[in-house]
């Protein structure tokens, strides 16, 4: 890596800490090359704009996403066990991933899901590979025959991705020690409800 990748990298990782914290709205030109210790024209020498920059912060955040949630679920067998890592990497991963502050793409989420522009169609590409990614997977637990074959899958996925938000939205927001417990026990009741009859 060379020495202008490296500090793209260091503004980005700056970039995604402070967008964790703040929101993406927050990330400025200005604010960011005062946290990484450059002028505004070195950072614009790497970013052209501010939407450059943002766009690119949440690229990397997708990345960390994948990286924390969908790599090590992998390690597991298809199916079940696999659906199961994935939902519970999927708990911890702004743990995981040094991000104090929350989900990053559920913070732009809220930010930009009524601001057309590269902003928004960044994090709906996010959230649409996701919700591709999660039903692939339900979709092996139903080849595998640990769900129900008659199951619809895009269903499945919202549930999912309800427990998820419900989650960060007690855990986050109201501060409930209880949030964790409670979406593991919303994810055993969908599974249960999923399973084929014995």
């Known amino acids: ?62 990345e960390r996403f994948a990286e924390a949630v969908f790599v090590p679920a992998l390690s597991q067998p298809r199916g079940l066990p696999r659906l199961r890592a994935l939902f519970d990497n ?14 990053p793409m559920q913070a732009a989420a809220v930010e930009f899901d009524d601001k057309p522009g590269p902003m928004h169609d960044a994090v709906v590409g996010h959230y649409t590979r996701l919700e591709q990614s999660m039903a692939r997977a339900v979709e092996l637990a139903i080849g595998e025959g640990h769900l129900r074959a008659d199951l619809d899958v895009g269903q499945i996925v919202f ?12 855990k986050r927001l109201m501060h409930r020690d209880t949030a964790a417990a409670h979406a593991r026990a919303a994810f055993a009741r969908l599974i249960a409800a999923a399973s084929p009859t014995p």
């Not at 970039?15 to 505004?40: M, N, V």
């Not at 999927?90 to 989900?103: F, I, K, N, P």
């Open 1 to 62: 890596m060379n020495k202008g990748e490296h500090t793209r990298n260091a503004i980005l990782e700056a970039a995604l800490a402070q967008a964790s914290a703040a929101g993406f709205e927050s990330l400025t030109i200005g604010s960011l090359a005062e946290r990484c210790g450059l002028s505004k024209s070195g950072l614009f020498a790497h970013f052209g704009s501010r939407e450059d920059l943002q766009v690119a912060a949440v690229g990397l955040a997708a």
């Open 90 to 103: 999927w708990l911890e991963w702004t743990v995981r991933s040094g991000l104090a502050h929350g989900c």
């Open 159 to 170: 549930d999912l991705l309800g427990i998820v938000f419900a989650y960060y939205h007690q």
